[in-house]
């Protein structure tokens, strides 16, 4: 009888970890299979390099780099917001930070990355970009600049809160080396916690990408849904993602070849945060032999 | 890098007769009290040793000289410790300043991790140093002082974590001695370390007393009596007797210093 629990517990066990590998083989199954319809009619070489993305228009073009340049344009304001704040919070907090206030804000902070994106996206729209209006005449009311800054806001958890983690975890011995030799706190904190926390802060910015690269609602909100080869943070631009939810939402006729645009920008989605995600392990693995 | 600054860390060279002192220093950590009121006075270029059982407040008071108590949680001090007849808990004392007057090796090695050539050079570095001829001739008469420049001069800029505990410790040494301080505070520097390694660190203390004053908490009597000059007992936050090391291990005063030696307690 009790073997026979515990070759029920066993299998049960086995089969929720196959029902995640199964979802995630079926994900990128589909993605593929849909993908390789979409480029048999479409040339993966226009794909890559036509420069305008009109799939719903009379007249198709189907580059992936005005979606593609719009992706990186947020994720690069989002990321050039985030990293300086995030480590900023990071280091002052286990630096320099009473442990009592360390262990109220950091709660606090994690918050940010519990709100609602769309909320988020609302924020952007409703106040960001009027704010930043008043600064910078001409700009449109969808922009990236504003859906980046708001981007960055949602990801400065996951830098501070795992930036603090690596650099918190750094032993101790090592800050009271520092002091010992006459290192000011600020020394401490930048010749000697950062580098030695240096792998999980890498890691924190690269979970903090690919979160940018794959956040729909902000973008879709607050950037405009216009595909358009630029890097002016001014004017509208449409994400891969926000591209995604249009198609998807709209009434684009299944099995049609607009609607396989969708995968084909999927796959495309899959394949930087595929990316994004094994740099990421590739560098937490090296992390832990360093310090086993 | 400025001239000035070079000139100052060489001046802080020059051998200075410091003398450490402590008067009726009271130490607590939240409610518990620490240390119970000590007074001493140690002697320039000499090694002097603190032992007693653990928990006695020995490391404690180490740490007072260089003021590392500074970040613990809780902690609260009274009484004077005066370095050359100034008292380091004044309010215009730079402590950083200090700490490089003051150096300190820990029971642990604590390399960081960076190239041994790195290590040697952090702390003149974060003084401005920059001038790479200075650096190169300060790391490599500071690696050769602890007796390790012949092991590791081809690998100056492999990673210090490479290398073994003994060889680690030996660096840490070295680090300390490259911004040349006047005093050198050791907690327990070889409790971590084999036998061999261990007789190396006393070798070298032994050879460092000429240029520098040197504490060192110890948990090893033999160690104490083997390089010391003379040795303090502590024993529940008190300074129970402070004498010559041989008086102190041939014929104590106190009972207590008796028992602790002898091994009937601690």
Same mark, same amino acid.
């Given at each position: 009888m009790r073997k026979l629990k515990e070759l029920v517990i066993e299998r049960s066990l086995l089969l929720s970890a196959l029902i995640t590998i199964a979802v995630t083989v079926g994900i990128v199954l589909v993605l593929s299979i849909e993908a390789v319809n979409f480029f048999s009619e479409v040339s993966i070489i226009d794909f890559i390099t036509d420069p305008e993305w009109t799939p719903l228009f009379s007249d198709k073009h189907f580059g992936i780099l005005p979606l593609l340049s719009g992706t990186l344009l947020t994720s690069f304001i989002a990321i050039a917001f985030a990293v300086p704040v995030g480590l900023s919070i990071s280091i002052y907090l286990s630096e320099y930070a009473p442990k009592s206030f360390r262990r109220t804000i950091k709660p606090l902070l994690e918050l940010l990355a519990a709100v609602p994106t769309v909320v988020y996206g609302f924020f952007a729209l409703m106040v960001v970009t009027p704010f930043l209006q008043s600064f910078i005449p001409g700009m449109s009311s969808f922009n990236s600049l504003s859906a980046g800054l708001v981007m960055g806001i949602m990801i400065i958890p996951y830098i501070s809160s795992l930036s603090e983690d690596a650099l918190h975890a750094v032993p101790n011995s090592l800050r009271e080396a520092a002091y010992g030799m006459g290192s000011t706190r600020l020394q401490n904190s930048f010749r000697v916690m950062v580098p030695a926390a240096s792998s999980g802060i890498i890691v924190s910015i690269i979970l903090a990408i690919s979160r940018a690269i794959g956040e729909t609602m902000i973008v879709a909100i607050a950037a405009g849904q216009q595909p358009r080869l630029t890097f002016d943070p001014t004017v509208p631009v449409e994400t891969i993602t926000a591209y995604i939810v249009q198609v998807s939402l709209g009434d684009v006729q299944h099995d049609s070849l607009e609607y396989k645009t969708i995968f084909a920008a999927g796959i495309t989605l899959f394949v930087f945060t595929f990316l994004l995600n094994t740099i990421s392990y590739r560098i937490r693995k090296k992390f832990q032999e360093k310090y086993e | 890098m400025s001239k000035d600054k070079k000139e100052s860390v060489i001046e802080s060279s020059i051998k200075r007769k410091y003398k450490l002192q402590a008067n009726d220093v009271k130490v607590w950590y939240g409610d518990f009290m620490a240390i119970k009121g000590i007074s001493m006075d140690i002697k320039p270029n000499k090694v002097t040793a603190f032992i007693g059982p653990s928990g006695c407040g020995k490391s404690t008071f180490l740490r007072l000289f260089n003021r590392? =108590? @500074?970040?613990? @949680?809780g902690f609260k001090m009274e009484g004077e410790i005066n370095i050359d007849g100034s008292n380091i808990n004044d309010k215009d004392i730079n402590v950083e300043l200090l700490r490089k007057q003051v150096g300190m090796v820990f029971q642990k090695p604590n390399?960081?991790? !960076?190239?041994i050539f790195e290590n040697v050079a952090y702390g003149l570095k974060i003084q401005g140093l920059k001038d790479k001829a200075f650096l190169e001739e300060r790391v490599e008469s500071s690696l050769k002082q602890v007796a390790l420049w012949n092991e590791v001069k081809d690998d100056l800029n492999k990673s210090a974590l490479a290398l073994s505990g003994g060889q680690q410790q030996r660096l840490c040494i070295a680090r300390t001695l490259a911004v040349e301080p006047s005093i050198i505070l050791m907690d327990e520097p070889t409790s971590a370390l084999d036998p061999i390694s261990t007789a190396k660190i006393e070798e070298l203390i032994y050879k460092l007393k000429d240029k520098y004053t040197i504490v060192i908490v110890t948990h090893n009597m033999q160690q104490a009596s083997r390089i010391s000059d003379n040795t303090a007992f502590f024993y529940l936050g008190e300074l129970i007797e402070y004498d010559k090391t041989n008086k102190i291990f041939t =014929?104590?005063? !106190?009972e207590q210093t008796e028992n602790y030696i002898t091994g009937r307690f601690g």
């Amino acid at each position: 009888m009790r073997k026979l629990k515990e070759l029920v517990i066993e299998r049960s066990l086995l089969l929720s970890a196959l029902i995640t590998i199964a979802v995630t083989v079926g994900i990128v199954l589909v993605l593929s299979i849909e993908a390789v319809n979409f480029f048999s009619e479409v040339s993966i070489i226009d794909f890559i390099t036509d420069p305008e993305w009109t799939p719903l228009f009379s007249d198709k073009h189907f580059g992936i780099l005005p979606l593609l340049s719009g992706t990186l344009l947020t994720s690069f304001i989002a990321i050039a917001f985030a990293v300086p704040v995030g480590l900023s919070i990071s280091i002052y907090l286990s630096e320099y930070a009473p442990k009592s206030f360390r262990r109220t804000i950091k709660p606090l902070l994690e918050l940010l990355a519990a709100v609602p994106t769309v909320v988020y996206g609302f924020f952007a729209l409703m106040v960001v970009t009027p704010f930043l209006q008043s600064f910078i005449p001409g700009m449109s009311s969808f922009n990236s600049l504003s859906a980046g800054l708001v981007m960055g806001i949602m990801i400065i958890p996951y830098i501070s809160s795992l930036s603090e983690d690596a650099l918190h975890a750094v032993p101790n011995s090592l800050r009271e080396a520092a002091y010992g030799m006459g290192s000011t706190r600020l020394q401490n904190s930048f010749r000697v916690m950062v580098p030695a926390a240096s792998s999980g802060i890498i890691v924190s910015i690269i979970l903090a990408i690919s979160r940018a690269i794959g956040e729909t609602m902000i973008v879709a909100i607050a950037a405009g849904q216009q595909p358009r080869l630029t890097f002016d943070p001014t004017v509208p631009v449409e994400t891969i993602t926000a591209y995604i939810v249009q198609v998807s939402l709209g009434d684009v006729q299944h099995d049609s070849l607009e609607y396989k645009t969708i995968f084909a920008a999927g796959i495309t989605l899959f394949v930087f945060t595929f990316l994004l995600n094994t740099i990421s392990y590739r560098i937490r693995k090296k992390f832990q032999e360093k310090y086993e | 890098m400025s001239k000035d600054k070079k000139e100052s860390v060489i001046e802080s060279s020059i051998k200075r007769k410091y003398k450490l002192q402590a008067n009726d220093v009271k130490v607590w950590y939240g409610d518990f009290m620490a240390i119970k009121g000590i007074s001493m006075d140690i002697k320039p270029n000499k090694v002097t040793a603190f032992i007693g059982p653990s928990g006695c407040g020995k490391s404690t008071f180490l740490r007072l000289f260089n003021r590392m =108590n @500074d970040y613990v @949680d809780g902690f609260k001090m009274e009484g004077e410790i005066n370095i050359d007849g100034s008292n380091i808990n004044d309010k215009d004392i730079n402590v950083e300043l200090l700490r490089k007057q003051v150096g300190m090796v820990f029971q642990k090695p604590n390399p960081f991790p !960076k190239s041994i050539f790195e290590n040697v050079a952090y702390g003149l570095k974060i003084q401005g140093l920059k001038d790479k001829a200075f650096l190169e001739e300060r790391v490599e008469s500071s690696l050769k002082q602890v007796a390790l420049w012949n092991e590791v001069k081809d690998d100056l800029n492999k990673s210090a974590l490479a290398l073994s505990g003994g060889q680690q410790q030996r660096l840490c040494i070295a680090r300390t001695l490259a911004v040349e301080p006047s005093i050198i505070l050791m907690d327990e520097p070889t409790s971590a370390l084999d036998p061999i390694s261990t007789a190396k660190i006393e070798e070298l203390i032994y050879k460092l007393k000429d240029k520098y004053t040197i504490v060192i908490v110890t948990h090893n009597m033999q160690q104490a009596s083997r390089i010391s000059d003379n040795t303090a007992f502590f024993y529940l936050g008190e300074l129970i007797e402070y004498d010559k090391t041989n008086k102190i291990f041939t =014929n104590p005063e !106190k009972e207590q210093t008796e028992n602790y030696i002898t091994g009937r307690f601690g």
